[in-house]
C-alpha cells in the first residue's frame, strides 16, 4: 500500500537555526498536505500543495512539492520557541472503490527547540 | 463555532470493557474519520465515513467498529477493549477527500 515517510524523526535545533523536514511518497500524490501538532495538542492544518514544483511561503514557513510530486519539504528559518512540535506531511489515500477517501500520514518530524 | 468536539477526553477501561467514543461536528462535513496516535506510529487510519449511513475501513480497523446514523455525528465503538488499543484517538472531518482535514482535541484512552 501506499506509504509516506517523513525524516528525520526528530530534530533539535537552538533558537534561531533553520529546520527542515523532508517527505517522500512511494506514489505519485495529487496534492500533499502539512499540519503541526504542539506537545498534548492535536493536529492542525497548515497547508496543502497541488502543483508539480510549487513553493509556498507562510511567514518563516516555506514549503515545496517536488517535480515529481512524489516529495515535499517544510522549511523553518530562524525558529522560535512557538515552532515547537510535530510536523506531519500527508497524502490521499485509497482504501475502497479506487477514489482517494482519507490521508496517509508520515511518522512526523518532532522539532525540539533549544533556547 | 465549535468545530469538531470529541467525548470524552479521557477514559480508563479495563480489559475486555466496552465503550463509545463521540465525535460531533457542526461544519457540514460530509467526510468524516477516526485515527488512531501511537508514539512513533504517526497516525493511523481506523475507519472513515463518506456521507451519512456509510462506513468503511482504513489502514487498523481490527478490534473498532463504528456508526454514522447522523452526518454530524460518527461514533467508534470498542466492543472488548485491549492493552494494544491504549492511544490516543483523533477524529476529524472534511468536506471532500483531498481538502484540509479539521481535528477533534484527541481522547486519551488507557485499557488496563
Known amino acids: 500500500g501506499q506509504q509516506v515517510m517523513q525524516i528525520p524523526q526528530y530534530q533539535h535545533v537552538q533558537e534561531g537555526e533553520d529546520f527542515t523536514t523532508y517527505c517522500n511518497s512511494s506514489t505519485t500524490l495529487s496534492n500533499i498536505q502539512w499540519y503541526k501538532q504542539r506537545p498534548g495538542g492535536h493536529p492542525v492544518f497548515l497547508i496543502q500543495l497541488v502543483k508539480s514544483g510549487e513553493v509556498k511561503k507562510q511567514k518563516r514557513l516555506t514549503f515545496q512539492f517536488g517535480e515529481a510530486k512524489k516529495n515535499s519539504s517544510l522549511h523553518i528559518t530562524a525558529t522560535q520557541t512557538t515552532d515547537v512540535g510535530t510536523y506531519f506531511c500527508?497524502?490521499?489515500?485509497?482504501?475502497?472503490?479506487?477514489?482517494?477517501?482519507?490521508?496517509?500520514f508520515g511518522k512526523g518530524t518532532h522539532l525540539i527547540i533549544q533556547p | 463555532n465549535a468545530g469538531v468536539t470529541q467525548t470524552p477526553k479521557f477514559r480508563v477501561l479495563k480489559t475486555g470493557q466496552s465503550m463509545t467514543l463521540l465525535c460531533a461536528q457542526d461544519m457540514n462535513h460530509e467526510y468524516m474519520y477516526w485515527y488512531r496516535q501511537d508514539p512513533g506510529m504517526g497516525l493511523r487510519l481506523i475507519h472513515y465515513?463518506?456521507?451519512?449511513?456509510?462506513?468503511a475501513k482504513g489502514e487498523v480497523p481490527d478490534g473498532y467498529n463504528v456508526s454514522r446514523l447522523k452526518k454530524q455525528n460518527f461514533l467508534l465503538g470498542l466492543e472488548s477493549a485491549a492493552p494494544s488499543q491504549t492511544s490516543v484517538y483523533f477524529c476529524?472531518?472534511?468536506?471532500?477527500?483531498?481538502?484540509?482535514?479539521?481535528f477533534g482535541q484527541g481522547t486519551r484512552l488507557t485499557v488496563v
Open positions: 500527508a497524502g490521499p489515500s485509497v482504501y475502497s472503490g479506487g477514489g482517494a477517501d482519507g490521508l496517509t
Open positions: 465515513s463518506v456521507g451519512e449511513g456509510t462506513t
Open positions: 476529524a472531518s472534511s468536506p471532500r477527500p483531498g481538502r484540509e482535514a479539521f
